[in-house]
């Protein structure tokens, strides 16, 4: 066991994103920039900024222009936007965003409440993003929520996983998110659900989603490097949740992420210290929070 | 991988031992009898319940006669005590105790700073404690802290680890728990440590002890139930850590291990909402501390 982990996982970094859209009052454009420019300084390459869903939906995000337009542009750092269709592609396009996600559903009721489609409805919903993102040279990725649990209908099954996710990839999605919305799976699930959706799609095509509401989400990533998924997601300072997801209680930390990785000689190009002080100047910008792991590990001067 | 897991694990619950004697102001007999008391209602079978060290040691546990003579016996439920001597074993059996627990390090330098002897010396001080036990059918559980990491010596030899396990075992102790005490561990650290004792030691003599610092702790259990392993320690509400090793921060909470455990299909006889009720009374009892995931997701009436 644990004899076949890959040399290198590449992360992607949700907090900008899944994190703030959840906080109860909305972050300054200039702390969500600062915010992502501290992430990139600290080696992420692949970093979720905002999203283009419309401004009364999700008001936290309203400022998506202005923080896409205010990123530097960086050698190797790719920030993407959710685009849920294609108004908001439109929107991500003309501020330079060269990389967008949609987002989808493995459970029906969970569609419906979370972005008012059924799940056939958001991908007839994707066509038009997705060919407009072809002819702009625009990479994009598919999220599926709600893979293992849904909070509606619980247990989700795996062959419903595995349609939709072929859905997105026959879309033309280059990178399927698996998502455990509510944080409820087990490394016994990831087993059963993942290692079943990789019997039928490239493992380079998968990235794994965890939330760690239940503690679970390091010990689920363990099991998807051992299916050989080499793509996760994260969010510094575990900042996040989904707003429609009840029991949804923050994202993986990416603290959490890199220092378990880092520690079995995983590499992921991110220097913990400088990620924990990036999640730091976003829980002094947001007023608080709980602190991750790492922040209160490392700031009191205890790391190894 | 994941194929050939246990049945049923057993968890020795040290909240009241490892949890309370790292609060700063100490609780009283009576909260902690009443703690006690609703963890084996939970369905918690080995409870360590105190520590008959010198109250100028640990003041926060110096009522330890007070709370062995308060708890009931009950069919099924084993209390524990630790007796690091021959005086505090005399202490435990006076007031009943029938299993006392013993406790070493594998790095030198923590033992000298955690009990104030070298390696040999605990062992040698352990000698009468085991042999007084034998004579009045007390069983004797061994605990080696620092099995991976030191907090001063940093890498912890494997071979050393195996060493004071087996010391141990051929003083008679019946179970060793093998620990994480500054929780920096990853589930690669279990299967190269824990799973060279196992070469050489019977599993079902081997405990683990982890520490959720860096939030690897239900990885590691995953870890170690894939090495055959069935017996875990943690602790109701994720009390704790080691006033003596810096950084250690908490054990790993009862109630993520339930919830892991129970979602794999392993049985542990616990009642998870009972378990969040006895955690939820002891944190009111020493006025606060971190919730654990559990307790905010159950009381929030997300649970499933």
Redesign the interface.
Known sequence: ??TN?PARVTITEVGPRDGLQNEPAPVPAVAKIAFINALADAGLTQIEATSFVHPKAIPQLADAEEVCRGLPSRAGVTYSALAPNLRGYDRAAACGVRRVAVFTAASETFARRNINMSIAESLSAFEPVLRAARGDGVSVRGYVSTCF?C?YE?AVDRRRVLEVVRALLDLGVDEVAISDTIG??????V?ATVGYVLQHVPRERIALHFH????????N???GL??GVTRFDASAGGLGGCPYA??A?GNL?TE?LV??LE???ISTGVDLRKLVAAARGIHEAIGGG?PS??M??LE?G???
């Open positions: 066991m644990l982990l649990d909070p619980g409820t799976a087990a490394p016994t699930d087993v760690d509401t239940c503690g679970t989400g390091l010990a990533v363990v099991a051992e299916l009840p029991g209680a930390a959490d220092y378990l520690r079995m000689n709980f792991r790492q209160r590990r009191a205890r790391g190894t």
